[in-house]
């Protein structure tokens, strides 16, 4: 089981960019994808999750608006379109894998990939 997030980089305030969390060892059905991300000295906040089973969709307050997740089920893919951001989106973006929805509970996944940075600039 793998989970592969990538996409991230250096963007200016105001600018959008698209991560990808590509899976491998699995495939969706059954499970929800979410995404995390961790600002240096902060806790790994859940910011996004998508169910594989009903299509729902979780966002947390500080991303409603502006981050969209989609799901390419043949590329075994889910997409985080991040649009409008702002410093404090600056942050460690991961994915990871659960069976219960639990969206931003962090205990509730049992699988991670390894993080790509974002850097909002002001």
């Known amino acids: 089981v793998q989970l592969q997030a990538s996409g991230g980089g250096l963007v200016q305030a105001g600018g959008s960019l698209s991560l990808s969390c590509a899976a491998s060892?699995?495939?969706?059905?059954?499970?929800?994808i979410g995404w995390f991300r961790q600002a240096p000295g902060k806790e790994r906040e859940g910011i996004l999750c998508i169910s594989n089973s009903d299509a729902s969709a979780y966002y947390a307050d500080s991303v409603k608006g502006r981050f969209t997740v989609s799901t390419d089920n043949a590329k075994n893919t889910v997409y985080l379109q991040m649009n409008s951001l702002k410093p404090e989106d600056t942050a460690v973006y991961y994915c990871?894998?659960?069976?219960?929805?639990?969206?931003?509970?962090?205990?509730?996944?049992?699988?991670w990939g390894q993080g790509t940075l974002v850097t909002v600039s002001s």
């Open positions: 990871a894998r659960s069976r219960n929805w639990n969206p931003a509970n962090k205990q509730s996944y049992d699988s």
């Open positions: 060892g699995f495939t969706f059905d059954g499970y929800n």
